[in-house]
């Protein structure tokens, strides 16, 4: 039988979130986003783990799938500022996000934003449309979906 897609895509899988509490301003509207997006999908009870900021969060996403997630969603946002501290800090995030997502095989859905000014970061954080955690996870749930069909981890018997 077909797994199922859609808004049912996601029943049966357990799904991680991992967001910075740095610039909370923005990270607490893409969570919020996140979450409707899982609920949305079908996911129960995503497991919420909050981190300092965003460097930490190929840790975290570590952690997740570490603790039997299918999937994970990470969530943060560089704002960049005066040094060049901004560039580091988002390409060491990606790419440690990367390297969980490919030596783990479970999908890390990248939400974490990199924007010049804090005005545009926000306006990628808003409720509706174009809110990056909805994205996120909405990425992330059809990506555990699409494992769980090949028969791998998402959701299958070796869980």
Do not use: W
Request: glycine fraction near 14%.
């Amino acid at each position: 039988m077909p797994e199922p897609e859609g808004p049912v895509a996601g029943r049966g899988l357990k799904v991680g979130v991992a967001v910075a509490a740095f610039n909370a301003f923005v990270t607490e509207g893409l969570l919020q986003g996140a979450l409707e997006a899982l609920a949305a999908a079908g996911v129960e009870d995503p497991a919420v783990l909050r981190v300092a900021g965003s460097f930490e969060l190929p840790v975290a996403a570590k952690a997740l799938v570490a603790s039997g997630c299918d999937a994970v969603v990470a969530l943060g946002a560089v704002i960049k500022g005066e040094t060049d501290h901004y560039e580091h800090v988002a390409a060491q995030t990606i790419a440690g996000l990367q390297q969980v997502a490919l030596t783990t095989g479970v999908p890390v859905a990248l939400g974490v934003l990199t924007a010049r000014k804090a005005e545009q970061a926000r306006a990628r954080s808003l409720p509706g449309p174009g809110n990056k955690g909805a994205e996120a996870a909405e990425a992330a749930v059809q990506a555990a979906a699409a494992i769980r069909r090949l028969g791998g981890r998402a959701g299958g018997p070796d869980r």
